[in-house]
């Protein structure tokens, strides 16, 4: 997106293998290609800011370990995040990862207009997004799973808001 000045990503992993392997098999992936010269910085530093050839800038900082208890640093140690992927495994097989407490805790890194965006169709995800005083809705559907749930910090943000008669039904 070009009306984009400054991109920050802020990702929370326990190591950085992921981004190894990326490097190591970039023929694999050709999206990634024009991007590439990146991977090196963001696997020897924990933050870069890297100023693309139109101005723009993007910003990448990585948070080393446990996700749960990362996020849990007081709010103001991360820039606050307007877009949260929360790409998780589903909460049947991690349920640790989808407990009220970690949503409290991730609640006091959104901005004011932040959504959160997962590909769990989880009535118990849905329900935790709930109780921690986020809008939840439905967000598109993915592969062959059913739709996938956008969370946010303002309703009229959601296109496909749960009914009310969901919410009810706890």
């Not at 000045?5 to 290609?33: C, H, M, R, W």
């Not at 997962?118 to 559907?141: D, E, K, Q």
Request: glycine letters at 4%; proline letters at 5%; charged letters at 15%.
């Amino acid at each position: 997106n070009l009306n984009i000045n400054k991109l920050t990503v802020v990702s929370f992993d326990l190591e950085k293998e992921g981004l190894i392997a990326l490097q190591e098999n970039l023929a694999l992936f050709p999206y990634v290609k024009e991007f590439s010269e990146l991977l090196p910085l963001c696997i020897s530093q924990n933050k870069i800011l890297y100023q693309l050839p139109d101005g723009r800038l993007f910003e990448w900082i990585f948070v080393q370990g446990n996700f749960c208890e990362t996020i849990a640093f007081p709010a103001g140690t991360y820039p606050l995040a307007n877009v949260v992927c929360y790409d998780f495994f589903s909460p049947a097989s991690h349920p640790h990862l989808w407990t009220l407490q970690v949503f409290l805790n991730l609640k006091a890194h959104l901005a004011v207009d932040s959504k959160i965006i997962t590909y769990s169709s989880a009535t118990c995800a849905r329900a935790v997004m709930f109780a921690s005083g986020l809008f939840v809705g439905f967000g598109p559907i993915s592969g062959k799973k059913s739709k996938s749930t956008i969370a946010t910090t303002i309703f009229f943000e959601l296109q496909e808001p749960l009914s009310l008669d969901w919410r009810n039904t706890f």
